[in-house]
C-alpha cells in the first residue's frame, strides 16, 4: 500500500492534462538525477522529470508577477525547477521541455507547470544539448 | 463563432471578470489587453499547444524506457557526479 508516499499537489495540473492534480515523485537513480512523477490518481499516468539544476545550470526562467507571488518567490523562497522530459528511442534522442518547466515548492510539496517569458527556448531540447 | 468588430481603444466582456481591449494596431500587429482574474490562465494558443503536445509526448513511457534512461544517465560523462 502506498499509503506513505509524499503527495505533491499539481495546481492546475500539466498543460493538457488538468484533470490529474495528486502526484508523487520516486526517484529512479541513486544519483538523485531522474524522477518519475506518477499520478496518484490514475496508475497509468506518469511523466519522467529531471532537475533543472543538473542539466542546464545556466538555466534562468523567467517568471510573471502572478506565478513568482503564488511561489513567493520575491522573498526569496526556494523552489526546485523540474523539466518534462520525452524519451527518445535512445539517451540522445532524449528532449527535455525548457518552455514549461515544473516549479515545486518541497516544502509545501505544491508544484506547477508554468510557461516561462524567455524566448527562443524550446519544448523539444536534446537532452545533450546540456 | 461570436465576430465582433472593435477600435482601438475598446473593448469586450467575458463573463463578469474579464474584459479584452484593443490596445494598438501596426500593420498586421494587434496588441491586445486582458484583464482576468489569476486563476484564468491566458496563453498564446501556439506556445499552449506546442506545450501541450509536448507533454502528451511525454506522457507514460514504459517502466523499461524509463529505467534504461535512469541507468544511461548514470553512466553518462559529464553528467554532475556526487559529492559530499
Redesign the interface.
Known sequence: MEDDVPVVEMRGGLLGFPEYTQFTLIKMNDEGLVYRLQSLEDEAINFVVVPAASFFPSYAPIVDDEVAARFDLVNGREVLILLVVTLGETFKDSTVNLMAPLLLDPNAQVAEQIIVENANLSVRTPLLAA | MLVLSRKVGESIVIGDNIVVSILEIRGDLIRVGIDAP?QV?V?RRE??E????????????SIN??????????G?PG????KD
Not at chain 2, 524509463?66 to 544511461?72: T, V, W
Open positions: 489569476k490562465k496563453h506556445v499552449f506546442a506545450i501541450e503536445a509536448a507533454n502528451r509526448e511525454a506522457l507514460s513511457p524506457a524509463i529505467s534504461e534512461f535512469a541507468s544511461s544517465i548514470k553518462l553528467t554532475p557526479a556526487q
